[in-house]
């Protein structure tokens, strides 16, 4: 059965603007909209996203997304699901958080690939996460390129406050090393363990400046 949205609502399903609707709908775009009385928009939920018809309003889950990538930074991730709660209730959306402990250069994380299927079958309307790098460091625009042909709005909440290229970049290439030293550590030389030592220490330097 077919359910009239608000255009707020209809934004919403969509991942865009109020102001974007009204602009396709100036321009000609063949919207499933209608006007009541009052003259106000409501839009035809099986038209505006066939492939969602089958939920109903309610059923409109909002996943947010948390990761971090080491057990010492587990009060950070205590944070991040604390944001994303608090997020997401005042928007009033019901919703699921899903955490990670992982590198974000992992694609195997249980979490991560829970939250792709969720997206290829069409089982969300929003994701939600703190910043980019929290979902991955490399990669990220390939979801994001899912989400929208699945009509799943992405909302990050701190765009403004990422860390800058260098700092990821430095970021990488602890987490690489981190990688190596644990595949060398026991099984080479001393003269190895050592390097990897220096590698990391100069790593780290680098991204506390």
């Not at 990538?69 to 997020?87: F, I, V």
């Not at 991560?112 to 089982?123: A, M, N, P, T």
């Not at 260098?166 to 990688?179: H, N, P, R, S, W």
Request: glycine content about 4%.
């Amino acid at each position: 059965m077919s359910k009239l949205l608000t255009i707020q609502q209809a934004a919403n399903l969509l991942g865009v603007s109020p102001q974007t609707l009204r602009r396709w709908e100036r321009e000609g775009k063949n919207l499933p909209v209608q006007r009541t009385a009052a003259g106000q928009r409501r839009y035809d939920s099986t038209k505006l996203c066939p492939h969602k018809a089958h939920l109903n309003n309610s059923e409109y889950l909002t996943v947010a997304y948390a990761r971090v990538s080491s057990h010492d930074q587990k009060e950070d991730l205590a944070r991040q699901e604390k944001m994303l709660e608090l997020y997401c209730a005042s928007n009033g959306w019901q919703f699921e958080i899903i955490s990670d402990l992982g590198s974000g250069m992992n694609y195997h994380k249980r979490g991560l690939r829970k939250l792709i299927q969720k997206i290829l079958y069409e089982k969300i309307c929003r994701l939600v996460i703190v910043h980019k790098d929290r979902l991955l460091r490399f990669g990220a625009e390939l979801v994001f390129a899912i989400c929208e042909m699945k009509a799943v709005e992405v909302i990050i909440i701190n765009q403004g406050n990422e860390p800058s290229f260098e700092e990821e970049l430095a970021q990488d290439v602890l987490e690489i090393i981190t990688v190596f030293s644990a595949r060398l550590y026991g099984s080479r030389s001393r003269k190895n363990k050592q390097l990897m030592k220096h590698l990391q220490q100069a790593a780290t330097h680098a991204t506390s400046h």
